[in-house]
Structure formats: structure tokens, C-alpha cells
């Protein structure tokens, strides 16, 4: 079989089409996966529709191009130099790709190349389009090729739709590493209702939080983020007195740590918010991307020792590190529910997680 089927944009705002396209080969440090599923991303129809307008320096592939982040299936065939996989292996593609070459690609450190790009998405940087054309395929389609140093082995308990999930916890859990959290100490999760939100709580959970503490407007989806762990978890309602006073009733001397994961659209007045209830010696990383500016003042920041840090997506070996909490039973991703779409439902799909999406449902194409 030498072509495929695979969900392309032909222009920007456009729908997806699925054409009929040469299957790929791959280089002698890559592996082609036969695709089983990848994941629908809420933001997707945003990147596709607005970004240009949005975000021009965030690039996109060349159109038409295959899309489709979150990608998990099985090795179908290995490059002349990978001695590492062979075909039938139960893999999951990291689509964040760096220049190969940096300082930072060299030491594993792919998110901080200036040349990162997540495959089947959108790019960081100028360099992205010379990435997009060394791996123009992505997870709407029925193939894909990846350099093996993207590859994260998945145990067989580990379902290739809830695979599809770990971009959003990947992210959290990066977060999480550089937040420090260690047990019994506590965590603010602002936010914590959406698709990133409900991953974060999960992950801080199996790091051995004494709270957590999740923050969001839906009522619904405290009540089930709290039946998590009734005894860990504690909502705070967003609309009601601020964030910051309902946390320090609770623990006076603030929060360890806070994971904003708030979107773009958000506003800005729930971050300052949430910052002031952390307490000395803290720290808050940024996850979500709320437009700013935020401000800070820089002499309270001092005097109580906080820290504001910025964490983009995850490395492969840290997805290697969440797959084998997953495996232990750490890790428990039985509360996330999944909703499968045929490729040629990708339209459709875009549109019900934008009406219909919640934190706990896994939207993702599944591959027949």
C-alpha cells in the first residue's frame, strides 16, 4: 500500500477534506506508526481559523496541511538506525519538535529551542516551517513518521485514546516538576474545570498533594473534580467573594504553589487574583496563556520570594516518566470519559468539543 487517507486544511477558516495522499517513508533515525487514534484539540478551529490574525508570529504549516496533535498507535516500520523500537510497538508521538541541533535539542531540552514546533499544529518560531517540512504528516492522518527520540513507549494498560490526552497532562506535569510540588504541600489549580485543569488536579493528586485546591465557575465540574478526593480536593467558586480570600480562610499562610491554566480569552483580573493567594516563598507557572499584561510589582515579589514561571508543553522523557505512573496505577485516568470520531467526522468533531467539551471528556479521532 503505498497511499493513505489523511484530513487536510485547503485555506485558513476552511473545513477539513480528506484526501487520498502518499504514505510516508521514514528517514534511518525515524519510525512510521500506523495512527490508531489522536486527539481533537479544543483550540484546534482557533488555530485554524484565527491565528494568522491572532498570533502571526505563531506559524503555520504550509497549506494544505495534515493536522492532528496528540497522536498514539503502533510502529509500523523503523528506520535503517533505530534499534530502540520495531514494529508492533505501542507507541504514543511527542508532536513537539525542535531544530535537532541547538544547544537545547542536544540536551534533551526541546521546548526551548527557538525552532519549536509542535507537528500537525502550530510553531514557535521562524525556523518552525523548515520543521514543518521535515515532518509534514500528522495524526489525521492514517501514517505518520517521527524521529524515534519522539517516541514514548505506552504500557498495555494504557488505552491509545486516553494516550491521546497527553499533551494537556504532559503540560501539566511539567508544570507541575517546575512548580516543586512535593507531598503534603499544597496546590492551587486556577482554572481547573477545562481539559488542562482536569489533568492538572489528576497529576497533583498522584504527586502526593495535601490539597488541591481547584478553582473554576462550573459548579458541576467542582462537584465531580472534589469526588476525585473528597479529602484532598477543595473547590473554590470563581464569582463569588475573590480567590485569594476564600484560599487564605482555608490555609492563612497561602498556597505552595499555583498552576494557572486559564486560555487566551480569559480575564487577566482572575490571574492577579489568584496570584496573591500564594504564599511566601511560592511559586505560579503559567500554563494557559492568558493574554496579558499581568501586572507585577517586583518589591512584594521580592520581599516574600515568589516566583512566575513559564513552562511550554513537556519533554519525551518526562511523557516516558507519565506513562510509567500510569502504568504503576500512580496515575488514574479511568475518570477521563472517551468520545470517538471517524476521520471523516473531524469537521463535526471540532464543532461539538466547542459546544459540548468539558475537562473530563477525551474528544480524538479513531482511526478504523
Known sequence: MTMMQAARLHEIGGKFVVDEVPRPTPGPHEVLVKVEASGVIPNLKNVTTHFPEWYPFLPLPAL???????????????????????????????????????????EGDAPRCEAYTFMGYFGFGPGSQKVFERYPYAGYGQYMTAHGHSLVRLPDCLSFSEATRFGYLGTAYAAIRKAALRPSQNILILGASGTLGVGAALLALAFGAARVLVAARDQA??????????????????????????????????????????????????????????GRGGRIVQIGGVAGPIPIDPHPFMCAQLQYIGSLWFTTREGEEMASMVESGILDLSQLEARAYPLEQLNEALDDIQAQGNGFTNFHILHQ
Not at 69 to 96: I, W
Not at 227 to 242: C, F, N, S
Not at 252 to 262: E, K, Q
Request: hydrophobic share 45%; net charge negative.
Open 64 to 106: 494544505p496541511a495534515i493536522f492532528g496533535l496528540d497522536s498514539a498507535g503502533t510502529v509500523a516500520a523503523v528506520g535503517s538506525a533505530v534499534t530502540a523500537f520495531k514494529p508492533g510497538d505501542r507507541v504514543y508521538v511527542n508532536p513537539g519538535v525542535g531544530c535537532c541541533e541547538c544547544r537545547h535539542c542536544r
Open 221 to 278: 465540574a467542582l462537584e465531580r473534580l472534589q469526588a476525585l478526593d473528597p479529602r484532598r480536593v477543595v473547590p473554590i467558586h470563581i464569582g463569588e467573594t475573590t480567590i485569594h480570600e476564600q484560599v487564605r480562610a482555608l490555609l492563612p499562610a497561602g498556597v505552595d504553589s499555583m498552576l494557572d491554566t486559564l486560555g487566551a480569552k480569559a480575564p487577566t483580573e482572575l490571574s492577579v487574583d489568584a496570584m496573591q493567594a500564594v
